[in-house]
């Protein structure tokens, strides 16, 4: 993946500050995991919320629909990524926001 995306993170409807290697890892670990999604040719922009274990993708203004593997998966993978970062405790929901630079 060669392109630099711009990360924007909120937890629990607060938006969390990112350091430039926690910025740079989110981004590249979303934009990967959903660059293997059909629909995903050319990521320009890519809104993802997470709810109570449902994934909703939003790439490049269109929603993607998501069986229930992938929504797992993706789940599974934001939530013990996030988890980890200093000061995130339960997390009930979560948005990502990425642009590409």
């Given at each position: 993946m060669k392109r630099i995306f711009e990360a924007k993170l909120w937890v629990n409807n607060?938006?969390?500050?990112?350091n430039p290697f926690v910025e740079e890892?989110?981004?590249r670990t979303v934009a990967g995991a959903v660059s293997s999604l059909k629909?995903?040719?050319?990521?320009?922009s890519l809104e993802?919320?997470?709810?109570?274990g449902d994934v909703r993708v939003i790439v490049?203004?269109?929603?993607?629909?998501?069986?229930?593997?992938?929504?797992?998966?993706i789940?599974?993978?934001?939530v013990g990524l996030v988890s980890s970062l200093k000061g995130v405790s339960k997390i009930d929901?979560?948005?990502i926001s990425l642009k590409a630079q």
């Open positions: 607060a938006a969390l500050d990112l890892f989110l981004a629909g995903t040719e050319d990521i320009e993802l919320y997470l709810e109570q490049n203004g269109n929603e993607l629909p998501l069986t229930p593997f992938p929504n797992d998966i789940a599974s993978t934001l929901s979560l948005s």
